[in-house]
């Protein structure tokens, strides 16, 4: 298996943090961890070794790029391997983002190696399988050994097993499969364990999720102008822009100049999560025109923007919200609105 | 027994197998066959004046056979006369479920098809192949009973309808069985909270959603002793209640069928180990989930608090009811459980449709860790055209014998809210 392989200078060979300035250079064989791929695979051979430094690779990152793909696709390589990086986040940044790249753009297997730690992780796991290297570089050898495992399943195109069997870090896929025990069972199991204070496995780890700073208060309300969204699938009669009523890909924005109180008679809801039947009979529940218009009438609040905004927000995944969201709050930054109430269902 | 002064909270099953149906001159069972004069069962079902007319159809198990939309699926059982009411609250008058002695038509299920349902998307038992392989229903019996209503019902009062036929069907079945020498006898008995005797074993109590005001509750639809649900608090339920026909399935109803409230995976396990002398098994607690944030707030503390004060608990296990929205309700109520020094362990229903397990959590308390987690989302199978399916017409059981997709949720039993699910979903 013809093999190009990329290490910072560090593993490269050339020099410490003085040297991470290092322009790309293409060595002709392996280098350092890369002797070890060649020992650990019958067959294998590095054809070449890209080394660059890792300032280099933080700041020139697409021109880095540029060299390993012409390196690998050059070469003639199966395979691309990075690292292993350990908790070096420059690094793991770099090698993410060339695995990444070889995979997507030359279509030959990729794989890296991290600590849980590094930032590579955070920004590359969903699209590669990267192996937990631990932080100790001096169990090399077997990461090494894990790496290629990953790679020849790769390179095969067999699918890889759960990410504790083969040594890498999850994805976050979920994947289904039938297990010979029922929930019941596994429920209790697991109770009496945590009850009992034994060690207990959870089938699920809750994301970490980055914590939303609170915008800073309303200056002055009475002067502000204030908008009304909601994720409660309010649409006119009609939905005339096609809102799914779940798992929802679009927003729209809907006209209530001049409207003191929205009537049943002109509206829908668009959403299967909840009773709509309320919101149906006096869609105020929901987007409460009514009572905004008087706090506008008694000077509380400056101004209802001319719209209110719309989708719903049933069983959707968080890449798309997030993307709704930004949309929203672009289009709402635009039309000069200072502050928001969000209504959810 | 004297830990409840001599009125025991004891439900004898006698258990009758049944490995035939079919139908007879008589309804009776005799040995392990099981045979059926439908003109009876249809007459009595026809005292409903909402119904114009009964289909009755018989299954077997392996049959390459589908059938829907399912309104609800119900074991076979019969309070032996004097024990105690079949369905209290909505078959019979209101006493205590769960105690003495019912007869199980253990292997036979009666299932009411609703044929006002939408045929596309709506719940379908699967009796052979891949799907079947995979569908708990697949190894009994069926009894489908096909309603036909009435023009110009309500929706509520079409279900109302096929809610009580569905228990009718159940309990005349059943009654066969009376006066019959059962294959073999299950006790199942607990004090609870008064279980002196077992010292030192961990104390553990379920707790469990029998609706989610998603879906707010039709004054018809009997859920807890023939009650909507409406206004209810979390309420002590004995595990024996649960088991006796105290609680059925409501009408918004995914992945939860009123077989394994009679079968209740969780409370029959949590059983297991208490008669394994592991655990002491102290009670049980219904409650709902709530469609505003203080009814949520209280029935979540109000449901942890008779775990702990009234049951003395030191683990509870929670499931949820309905769509997304419960998992809130049930990791709060989870929280809560361990803020006051009880263990949990939750059951999750998949969410996430992008398959992210970023997307997969409707709650993030670093207390409630230990989740199992139900999959479904993407698994379904191809399955081939039948040579019998039944519906609510003529039209859609043609539809529904037709080679099709069926994806794991549609399937009763196999994304199952109640415990009996198989399918995972593991983080790749």
């Keep these: 298996m013809r093999i190009v392989h990329y290490l910072n200078q560090f593993f490269g060979g050339v020099g410490g943090e003085e040297r991470a300035d290092i322009s790309p250079q293409v060595r002709e064989g392996a280098l350092g961890p890369g002797r070890l791929l060649e020992q650990l695979l019958p067959g294998a051979q590095v054809v070449s070794t890209v080394v660059a430094g890792d300032n280099y690779a933080a700041e020139r990152l697409d021109e880095l790029k540029a060299a390993v793909l012409a390196q690998v696709r050059d070469a003639g390589a199966e395979l691309f391997v990075a690292g292993p990086c350990f908790e070096a986040g420059r690094y793991g940044v770099a090698a993410g983002a060339l695995c990444a790249a070889v995979q997507a753009e030359l279509g030959i297997p990729a794989v890296t190696a991290m600590a849980r730690e590094n930032p590579g992780v955070d920004l590359y796991r969903q699209a590669l399988h990267i192996v937990d290297s631990g932080t100790n570089a001096a169990a090399m050898r077997e990461v090494v050994q894990k790496m290629l495992a990953v790679a020849q399943k790769l390179a095969r195109h067999e699918a890889l097993g759960k990410p504790a069997e083969e040594g890498y870090i999850p994805r976050g896929v979920l994947r289904d499969e039938f297990v010979e025990e029922t929930a019941a069972q596994r429920l209790v199991k697991m109770l009496y364990a945590k009850t009992v204070g034994e060690p207990h496995e959870s089938e699920f780890t809750a994301a970490s999720f980055p914590p939303i700073p609170a915008p800073a208060p309303v200056a002055d309300l009475s002067r502000a102008t204030v908008a009304i969204v909601t994720d409660g699938g309010l649409v006119p009669r009609g939905n005339p822009d096609k809102i799914a009523p779940s798992a929802a890909t679009n927003w729209g924005a809907y006209d209530i100049t001049g409207l003191s109180d929205l009537r049943g008679q002109d509206y829908e809801v668009s959403h299967r999560g909840y009773d709509t039947r309320y919101v149906e009979q006096d869609p105020d529940r929901l987007v409460p025109v009514d009572a905004l218009r008087e706090l506008e009438k008694e000077g509380v609040v400056g101004k209802v923007y001319q719209r209110f905004i719309s989708t719903s927000g049933l069983a959707n995944p968080l890449a798309n919200s997030r993307r709704l969201g930004r949309e929203i709050a672009q289009k709402l930054k635009e039309e000069k609105v200072d502050a928001v109430i969000l209504v959810s269902a | ?428």
């Excluded at chain 2, 035939?20 to 045979?35: C, F, I, K, P």
């Excluded at chain 2, 009997?222 to 059925?248: K, R, S």
């Excluded at chain 2, 049951?311 to 949820?320: I, P, R, Y």
């Design chain 2, 1 to 428: 027994m004297s830990a409840a002064g001599g009125l025991v909270m004891r439900l004898t099953l006698e258990i009758h197998p049944v490995t035939e149906m079919r139908v007879g001159d008589a309804t009776a069972l005799q040995g392990t066959a099981l045979s059926l004069e439908r003109e009876e069962l249809r007459r009595s079902l026809l005292e409903d004046q909402r119904l114009h007319a009964v289909d009755l159809e018989i299954v077997a198990p392996g049959e390459a056979c589908r059938f829907g939309v399912v309104f609800d699926i119900l074991e076979p059982r019969a309070k032996e006369p004097g024990a105690g009411s079949d369905f209290p609250g909505i078959l019979d008058p209101i006493t205590t479920a769960g105690r003495g002695l019912t007869h199980v038509l253990r292997g036979a299920a009666v299932t009411v098809i609703d044929e006002t349902a939408p045929p596309a998307t709506g719940k379908i038992v699967e009796m052979s192949g891949p799907a079947g392989a995979a569908c708990p229903y697949a190894g009994l019996h069926h009894l489908i009973v096909v309603p036909h209503l009435q023009p110009g019902l309500s929706r509520p009062t079409v279900r109302h309808a096929l809610r009580l036929a569905s228990v009718k069907t159940a309990v005349h079945l059943a009654r066969a069985a009376l006066g019959q020498e059962p294959a073999s006898t299950e006790v199942l008995e607990t004090a609870g909270p008064l279980e002196t005797e077992r010292r030192g074993l961990p104390r553990l109590a379920y707790i469990g959603q029998v609706h989610s005001r998603q879906m707010v509750a039709e004054v018809n639809e009997q859920i807890f002793y023939g009650a909507n649900t409406d206004g209810m608090v979390p309420t002590l339920l004995h595990p024996n209640e649960w088991l006796d026909g105290a609680v059925v399935a409501g009408y918004f109803n995914m992945g939860v069928e009123t077989y394994f409230y009679q079968n209740h995976p969780v409370i029959l396990e949590l059983y297991r180990w208490h008669q394994e002398r592991r655990i002491t098994f102290v009670g049980a607690i219904a409650t709902v989930a709530a469609s505003d944030n203080e009814d949520r707030a209280r029935n979540c503390m109000m449901a942890a608090q008779q775990a702990k004060w009234a049951l003395g608990a030191d683990g509870v296990v929670l499931t949820k009811y309905g769509g997304g929205a419960p998992h809130a309700d049930m990791a709060l109520t989870a929280r809560i459980c361990e803020e006051l020094g009880m263990r949990t362990a939750v059951q999750v229903n998949d969410m996430s449709r992008d398959r992210s397990a970023e997307s997969a959590l409707l709650f993030n308390y670093p207390e409630v860790d230990a989740i199992v987690y139900t999959g479904g989302s993407d698994t379904e199978w191809a399955a081939p055209a039948v040579a019998r399916a039944i519906a609510g017409s003529g039209t859609a059981a043609e539809a529904l014998a037709a080679p099709q997709q069926l994806a794991a949720t549609r399937v009763c039993g196999v994304t199952s809210q109640q415990g009996m699910a198989r399918l995972r979903s593991f983080v790749y």
